[in-house]
């Protein structure tokens, strides 16, 4: 189609579109949608020499134990113990408020003693970080709830805050040692 | 023009597509600003274990990535299958970790340096003792803020 006018001819766009989807499909083949996501942890600072003292303040019954060696089974509190019961198992250490005399008197002391051996499977112990970190998120949403009325991940930063101190998340890894069998 | 014709053949009339190139370029942009290229070459394999109870990693820029797995298949003739520790774009051992976050430090704002965090991403199948040594590391380092890497997933 010509123009009647005398000037700049048309400048034909129809590969514009097969421009652009060269690009389109360029960007979709390179793109990585993934985001990062782990399970957050923080680790305790090199220990100075002082340091050793308060250790024996805590009372032995507030510290749950959680041993993982290298066949990646789990004693916990001294009995074998399968994964799948950790997180009711430490559910019920937390919350025992004195109940049983042998177990944590409060949340607030409660601290879960992780040890792993050297030659555990990352993923048996990311399984158990994680249950531990589950056995505190089911705690804190069942605390807001009946506090706020709300799930832990939806209350503002001062409730938050007072939940965390309600349940404080103390998971403690002791210094690497070698538990029983070879790498 | 006549709503009601009645003359013979009816023709489909011709879809325009004259905005085709327009809805394209949208989704190009969009692509384009939330691709992100890969920046260092992997030469371990790692699948991240899967776990349910995790939270994104925010500030991309302040987050420095330590890699753990066995290497993959071209780079097995000459570094075996055992595991192995990778920062930046090398193979690094244990010792050199301490120098990384030095490295990763100087070139953050000073400001920044308490909120980096370090990203393990390990192997699923990689043993306990190497990242007992790499977190020991980090801590003589002082670079406490760590996170595992996983992915989501339940057992």
Known sequence: MASKRRGLPEINAGSMADIAFLLLIFFLVTTTMDQDTGIARKLPPMPEEELQEDDSQIHAKNIYTVLINSHNQLLVEGELMDISQLKDGAKKFINNNGIDPNSSENPEKAIISLQNDR????????????????AYTDLRNN????????RYADLNKTQMKEIRKMYPQK???????NIGGDE | MSKFRKDGKKRMPAISTASL???VFMLLFFFMVTTVMRETTLFVSVTTPQATEIKKLKKKSLVSYIYIGSPVKRMQSSYGTAARIQLNDAFASVDEIQEFIAAE???????????????????????????????????????LKINYSTRKGTY
Do not use: W
Request: aromatic letters at 6%; proline letters at 4%.
């Open chain 1, 119 to 134: 030659g555990t499977e990352y993923m048996t112990y990311i399984r158990v970080q994680n249950e531990l970190a589950a």
């Open chain 1, 143 to 150: 605390a807001s709830l009946n506090e706020f009325g709300e």
């Open chain 1, 171 to 177: 998971i403690s890894e002791a210094e690497p040692k």
């Open chain 2, 21 to 23: 190139p327009d809805i």
């Open chain 2, 105 to 143: 430090r100087e070139a953050r704002d000073e400001k920044e340096i308490p909120y980096m965090t370090t990203s393990i991403k390990a192997d699923e199948t990689v043993k306990m003792g190497i990242i007992t040594d790499v977190k020991q590391e980090l801590r003589k380092a002082n670079a």
